[in-house]
């Protein structure tokens, strides 16, 4: 899915909270997915960067105990970054994981169709917060 918004600020003053959900699963375990938010292009909200070089992102999937194991992850990030009123502001969610490890977003328990797995959405959420 696309998970992209856009927002036009009505004050230069504002402030803009920005909140994600996402149900996510990998092809193999224990890789999280990694989850940035891109403001503009340029990402945001990153932990700080470590001597192991491990890779910075805002939030991450949980670690299932079994591969394709969907679960529903998500932060919210107030972004005081300058803006311009009237001026469009675009966010981004981005995602990732090692080389070889697929991704999915939006899928069922290993997309089996059995009555007892879940299917769940996943939501990018923007809203001014005027200052």
């Known amino acids: 899915p696309d998970l992209s918004l856009s927002i036009t600020p ?33 990402a945001i909200a990153l932990a700080d960067a470590d001597v192991a070089n491990n890779a910075q992102c805002s939030f991450m999937g949980t670690s299932y105990s079994s591969t394709l194991g969907p679960t529903s992850n998500g932060m919210s990030y107030l972004d005081s970054t300058a803006v311009v009123a009237g001026t469009p502001v675009v966010y981004k969610l981005q995602c990732s994981n090692t080389s070889n490890v697929g991704i999915y977003i939006n899928r069922g328990y290993a997309s089996a169709p059995a009555s007892q797995y879940s299917r769940a959405i996943s939501t990018l959420i923007a809203t001014e917060i005027p200052q």
């Open 10 to 42: 009505t004050s230069s003053s504002s402030k803009v909270l920005i909140s994600a959900d996402v149900s996510s699963a990998s092809t193999s375990n224990p890789y999280p997915n990694r989850f940035r938010f891109v403001r503009d292009g340029v």
